[in-house]
């Protein structure tokens, strides 16, 4: 079954650094894709960025890029630079199933970024 | 703004009733999405409407139903209401199946937060 895996339920940074979020997942299609969302406490959710499993490079938005290697089945979120408004909670999550329009997203448990001035 | 909108913002009613959650997709996206956020399930996708017609069924109970109506705006139903149904309730479109390759990123409305009493 398809799974989604963040196994940081905390992270701290210090403003102007990189972070790393990590997101690993579990899925026998080959066929698949996987978004990062933001959810700050004001509790509405924010699309980041998408790295779909066909994909060569890997995704890059802004100050957000994803990590992914496709053999260890992971897709780990890099926020450069970091601002105070990135503190907030991310959602890594696949879509499951690219055919018969069957779209939903599994999500991962989250993790909580907190940054430092 | 992700041009997905919901109402009400916030629902607070008692246990055994029934309610209503409206939401209207972005422009042009035939498809919407129902999730729900609680604490101790996370985010869980419930159902996905195409253009009117049921999608893709997820942990949705028998109490709650869902419609999506000829101008694509959508509906969730909740009746019987439990305590553990409080949650936030998210609804999410995207413009088109994953039939093809390409993102199909689902962008969430702001969310309806859900307490019983």
């Known amino acids: 079954a398809q799974k989604i895996t963040q196994t940081q339920p905390g992270m701290f940074v210090q403003e102007k650094e990189a972070v790393t979020l990590d997101c690993t997942y579990d899925?026998?299609?080959?066929?698949?894709?996987l978004f990062w969302y933001k959810q700050p406490s004001s509790g509405e959710m924010i699309f980041l960025i998408y790295?779909?499993?066909?994909?060569?490079q890997n995704a890059t938005e802004g100050r957000y890029s994803l990590n992914f290697q496709k053999a260890r089945k992971s897709a780990n979120l890099v926020i450069s630079a970091s601002q105070l408004g990135d503190s907030a909670m991310y959602f890594c999550?696949?879509?499951?199933?690219?055919?018969?329009?069957?779209?939903?997203?599994?999500f991962g448990a989250g993790t909580r970024l907190a940054v430092h001035p | 703004d992700s041009g997905v909108t919901q109402t009400p913002k916030h629902l607070i009613t008692a246990t055994g009733q029934r309610v209503t959650l409206r939401c209207s997709p972005r422009?042009?996206?035939?498809?919407v999405y129902w999730y729900q956020q609680s604490l101790d399930q996370g985010l869980q996708f419930l159902i996905q409407?195409?253009?009117?017609?049921?999608?893709a069924k997820g942990n949705i109970l028998e109490r709650f139903s869902a419609q999506q109506f000829p101008d694509l705006h959508s509906e969730l139903n909740l009746s019987s209401l439990e305590l553990g149904d409080s949650a936030l309730y998210f609804c999410?479109?995207?413009?088109?199946?994953?039939?093809?390759?390409?993102?199909?990123?689902?962008?969430f409305g702001p969310g309806t937060r859900l307490t019983v009493l």
């Open positions: 790295q779909g499993s066909y994909d060569q």
């Open positions: 999550a696949m879509r499951e199933g690219l055919s018969g329009g069957y779209n939903k997203l599994i």
């Open positions: 999410a479109s995207s413009v088109r199946l994953a039939g093809a390759r390409g993102t199909d990123t689902q962008y």
């Open positions: 422009s042009g996206d035939l498809s």
């Open positions: 899925t026998s299609d080959p066929s698949y894709g």
């Open positions: 409407y195409y253009n009117g017609e049921e999608r």
